[in-house]
């Protein structure tokens, strides 16, 4: 059973960066078949989603956070992580990893729970 | 971007109703709709894929239908386990984008 988890801080400061890890469990982000995405869940756009990346090393960016985004994959932990940078506080909100078919792109059927960020001073 | 927009917001249901709910593409999406229920405080789960195709273990109240710009969700028999958020997302064109989703409440 695939099993996803996201972990990083629950707070982060104006300006600063978010940095969040998903663990996966339960099967490998070595695979052709999948793509790793990060969606988030925030108050002021509902679901949104900021990018994928194939364990090869590709990367895919919705261009409304792309200068701030950075999805990698690191194969020999089986996880992948997200980098946000110049957060806001609309950047708060739930943050989840989620596994996408490589095809089509952008269907999700494993979601981890989410983590909630909250940007605040 | 595609925009997505659902409605109702807010759909009052009760136990043995049957719901219908809309989901709308500014562009045409063909039939690259994805639809997910979100119960409070869980990530959204998906239901059907393709506007159409149930997801393996979904019930069978729950249908899809629409192609193009204009798509629905239909529960027949609503049952106490489907009080909840619906959300329909596009995935025909980069970005992916999900409709603000419908909330049917009892």
């Known amino acids: 059973q695939l099993q996803l988890r996201e972990s990083g801080p629950g707070l982060v400061k104006p300006s600063g960066t978010l940095s969040l890890t998903c663990d996966v469990s339960?099967?490998?982000?070595?695979?052709?078949?999948?793509?790793w995405d990060w969606i988030r869940q925030t108050p002021g756009k509902g679901l949104e989603w900021i990018g994928s990346?194939?364990?090869?090393?590709?990367?895919y960016y919705n261009p409304s956070l792309q200068s701030r985004a950075t999805v990698a994959a690191d194969t020999s932990k089986n996880q992948f992580s997200l980098r946000l940078t110049s957060v806001t506080a609309a950047d708060t909100g739930v943050y989840y990893c989620v596994r996408g078919a490589e095809n089509p792109r952008g269907l999700y059927d494993h979601w981890g729970q989410g983590t909630q960020v909250t940007v605040s001073s | 971007d595609t925009r997505m927009t659902q409605s109702p917001s807010t759909l009052p249901a009760a136990v043995g109703d049957t719901v219908t709910l809309s989901c709308r593409a500014s562009?045409?999406?063909?039939?690259?709709l994805a639809w997910y229920q979100q119960i409070p405080g869980k990530p959204p789960k998906l239901l059907i894929s393709r506007a159409s195709t149930l997801v393996s273990g979904v019930p069978s109240r729950f249908s899809g239908s629409g192609s193009g710009t204009e798509f629905t969700l239909t529960i027949t028999n609503v049952q106490p386990e489907d009080f909840a958020t619906y959300h329909c997302q596009q995935y025909r064109t980069p970005p992916w984008t999900f409709g603000q989703g419908t909330k049917v409440e009892i």
């Open positions: 562009q045409n999406i063909n039939t690259w």
């Open positions: 339960g099967g490998s982000i070595i695979t052709n078949d999948f793509y």
């Open positions: 990346v194939h364990f090869r090393g590709s990367a």
